[in-house]
């Protein structure tokens, strides 16, 4: 099946600083989804971003499907940003998908 | 318009015990997907529904089954618990049954004792 890889595994903010979160994936993908974790485990919507760049407010997402990566870039850092950081991709096999996750970015936004 | 709607928020169970948990997708979407988190294995996919089908089985074993309604409604149920189920359990609602864009529920956090 398809590999996703996130990196860095850990990140270190001082509030205000800017910041960028990558996702590799093996193969071609349709589309591509970020969520962040919140502390009671909700996984909440970031982009949904198949291709090109997606932005909003400090949040913006670039996905170049063809070199098989997307960049999630948080400006401004606030301490409401910390958490987990997931990318997720479809995995098709014939009429079944399902979303593959990476292993996450634990984002750590220090006053 | 709701959200993805999980009940219980909450659990605790003895091993050797069974459970459901519940998921409300949103108003709409059809496919209604179930996702296990634990901090040693990540997200791992459990199954998903389409269409009271199941489409997609991840690899679990059959101590997990779940069903989904004519409603779109679904449940998961886990036999036998074991300490190692513990873990938080996530359900994502889907428009069609080509994951397109999934929306998650709030999880249900389940903890066998």
């Known amino acids: 099946g398809i590999q996703v890889e996130q990196s860095p595994p850990d990140l270190i903010l001082q509030e205000g600083a800017n910041s960028t979160l990558r996702c590799n994936f093996s193969?071609?993908?349709?589309?591509l989804q970020w969520f962040h974790q919140n502390p009671w485990g909700q996984l909440i919507n970031l982009f949904y971003?198949?291709?090109g760049t997606k932005q909003n407010g400090r949040l913006s997402a670039t996905t170049v499907a063809t070199e098989r990566y997307s960049l999630l870039y948080i400006s401004s850092s606030q301490t409401t940003d910390s958490g987990v950081y997931f990318c997720?991709?479809?995995?098709?096999?014939?009429?079944?998908?399902?979303?593959?996750f990476g292993k996450g970015i634990t984002l750590s936004v220090r006053p | 318009k709701a959200g993805v709607t999980q009940t219980p928020r909450y659990l605790i169970k003895t091993r050797g015990q069974q459970v459901t948990l519940s998921c409300s997708p949103i108003?709409?979407?059809?496919?209604v997907s179930w996702y296990q988190q634990t901090p040693g294995q990540g997200l791992q996919f459990l199954f998903e529904?389409?269409?009271?089908?199941?489409?997609n089985k991840g690899n679990f074993p059959g101590r997990f089954s779940g069903r989904q309604f004519s409603n779109s409604r679904s449940e998961m149920n886990v036999s036998t618990l074991e300490l190692g189920d513990s873990a938080l359990y996530l359900c994502?609602?889907?428009?069609?049954?080509?994951?397109?864009?999934?929306?998650f529920g709030q999880g249900t956090r389940l903890t066998v004792v």
């Open positions: 529904y389409f269409s009271e089908t199941q489409r």
């Open positions: 994502a609602s889907s428009r069609t049954d080509r994951v397109t864009e999934a929306f």
């Open positions: 108003s709409g979407h059809r496919s």
């Open positions: 997720a991709v479809p995995h098709y096999t014939g009429a079944n998908s399902k979303l593959t």
């Open positions: 971003i198949p291709s």
């Open positions: 193969d071609s993908v349709n589309n």
